[in-house]
T-cell receptor
Framework: DSGVTQTPKHLITATGQRVTLRCSPRSGDLSVYWYQQSLDQGLQFLIQYYNGEERAKGNILERFSAQQFPDLHSELNLSSLELGDSALYFC????????????????FGPGTRLLVL | DAKTTQPTSMDCAEGRAANLPCNHSTISGNEYVYWYRQIHSQGPQYIIHGLKNNETNEMASLIITEDRKSSTLILPHATLRDTAVYYCIVRVAGNQFYFGTGTSLTVIP
């Protein structure tokens, strides 16, 4: 158990819909990261937040957005869903926004499996 | 663009050492090499990291070549529970992790 929690574990929805994925980081971690893992693409970095502020952006679509709240939990919002958005979505957290071990080491949650029908 | 190159798959006999190679020829001087593994579709699990010296912890050893262009993760006594996809990662731009395709390790009884 990494200490990172994600809800829900599974989500089934229809094309065109909007969903929200939630992540609670490990106690004391200020930085949160979101990754997408689809069958044909592997793990792709989406976005990073540090203490409520966006820190880095990766391959995140404009239909997707995220935020980190004052209590440090984060939400990933996916809208206008398409079949291709079906994937595992992982959240990770670290103490610092960067830096060497252990402050920069990322710890991953169990993921949310999204299926778009 | 790929930052790391790993073999797609490897087999290892149970109880033997598993040696997983990784090429990171474009690594810069201050970039660390991290290793994670993913069992089935679980969240990736941190294993070990290194900069230029060899490292060892309770899970594995990491051997980094002197020119830092490649490294090898060593699981000294592989068990069936070590069957997983192993990712060699070089951090880019702050703390973003680039996950390549990884090596699918199968430990055979």
């Amino acid at each position: 158990d990494s200490g990172v929690t994600q809800t829900p574990k599974h989500l089934i929805t229809a094309t065109g819909q909007r969903v929200t994925l939630r992540c609670s980081p490990r106690s004391g971690d200020l930085s949160v990261y979101w990754y997408q893992q689809s069958l044909d693409q592997g793990l792709q970095f989406l976005i990073q937040y540090y203490n409520g502020e966006e820190r880095a952006k990766g391959n995140i679509l404009e239909r997707f957005s995220a935020q980190q709240f004052p209590d440090l939990h984060s939400e990933l919002n996916l809208s206008s869903l398409e079949l291709g958005d079906s994937a595992l979505y992982f959240c990770a957290s670290s103490v610092a926004a960067s830096g060497r071990y252990p402050r920069g080491t990322q710890y991953f949650g169990p993921g949310t499996r999204l299926l778009v029908l | 663009d790929a930052k790391t190159t790993q073999p797609t798959s490897m087999d290892c006999a149970e109880g033997r050492a598993a040696n997983l190679p990784c090429n990171h020829s474009t690594i810069s001087g201050n970039e660390y090499v991290y290793w994670y593994r993913q069992i089935h579709s679980q969240g990736p699990q941190y294993i070990i990291h290194g900069l230029k010296n060899n490292e060892t912890n309770e899970m594995a050893s990491l051997i980094i070549t002197e020119d830092r262009k490649s490294s090898t993760l060593i699981l000294p006594h592989a068990t069936l529970r070590d069957t997983a996809v192993y990712y060699c990662i070089v951090r880019v731009a702050g703390n973003q992790f680039y996950f390549g395709t990884g090596t699918s390790l199968t430990v055979i009884p």
